[in-house]
């Protein structure tokens, strides 16, 4: 991809502008500011941006943008900010960009020297991230699992040795094969499903995949949909062997001189060896030694 050239100011403005994800009391004033600002608004939905603008008596000139006219559509806009328009772009909820229309427009405007400038606010996979309460100091975001079995397994596949947090987005009526195959494949990890965030019927659920995947058979959900699916939990160590009645017999500082001679190792490795013979922490030895000394 060719580097993009420098900003022209002498041409538009494209706002990539973060609508709510369900309550319109998450939009921000400089949201609010912005879309009363600019020439165009560029939405996914016409008809659902209205609603949008109407609750917040906002009169604009809307364009429709959405996956089956990007293509053209991104050219006509581009054509339009060269000749000094302002534009925002809007999805019907949340980030444009992010699992939305959005990045081909943004690519070319950047391509055509056209500033581009993020209004940051509501993104759904943030949200429910925030409140899943799994392990998110790093987390890997996967957008929308493909519709396709064979192609969705295989993207499984490619995350079986993914060590953070998983995020996705999935459809209502696809959850059931989703988690089906997700349990197959990556196993009964820990995992929430995040249900219509923001909204009045939000629920989040979280257990394993295997109970979580019972339960939607009992009761398929309805609405938006995220899934994050936890790391796969450590293994339980194995219990070290029993002491042996040989190994106990002997006095803890004779065990570490043997250990010491037949294994070759310092004195410390040693009493880290011998300890767990006796059920005991390598502290809990290192005082018996110092008291047998002692002694």
């Known amino acids: 991809m060719p580097r993009p050239k420098p900003v022209d100011s002498s041409v538009g403005c494209l706002y990539v502008v973060a609508t709510p994800i369900g309550n319109l009391e998450d939009i921000t004033l400089r949201a609010l500011r912005i879309l009363k600002e600019v020439d165009l608004i560029a939405c996914e939905d016409t008809r659902q941006t209205l609603k949008l603008l109407s609750h917040f008596d906002i009169r604009k000139r809307l364009v429709s943008y959405h996956e089956h006219n990007e293509i053209t559509q991104a050219a006509e806009l581009v054509i339009e900010l060269e000749q000094g328009a302002k534009i925002a772009l809007v999805s019907d909820a949340g980030t444009p960009a992010i699992s939305d229309p959005g990045h081909r427009l943004v690519s070319l405007a950047l391509r055509h020297s056209i500033r581009v400038v993020p209004i940051p606010g509501a993104s759904a996979f943030v949200a429910a991230l925030a409140a899943s309460g799994m392990p998110i100091d790093q987390f890997s975001f996967v957008g929308f699992l493909p519709s396709r079995q064979s192609e969705r397994r295989a993207a499984l ?29 990556l196993g009964n990890r820990p995992a929430v499903i995040a249900r219509e965030v923001t909204k009045v019927y939000e629920e989040f659920l979280r257990d394993h995949v295997q109970p979580l995947l019972e339960a939607i058979r009992k009761k398929p959900p309805k609405g938006e949909i995220t899934i994050l699916v936890g790391p796969p939990e450590a293994q339980p160590q194995p219990v070290s062997a029993p002491a042996t009645d040989a190994a106990n017999s002997v006095p803890l500082s004779h065990r570490v001189e043997q250990i010491m001679h037949d294994d070759a190792v310092d004195r410390k490795t040693a009493l880290k060896r011998a300890a767990p013979e006796r059920g005991l922490t390598k502290r809990e030895a290192y005082k018996q030694l110092l008291i047998t000394r002692d002694d």
């Open 157 to 185: 596949r490619f995350l079986v040795n993914e060590p953070r947090t998983l995020v996705l987005y999935e459809a209502p009526h696809r959850l059931l094969d989703s988690l089906e195959d997700i349990l197959d494949i």
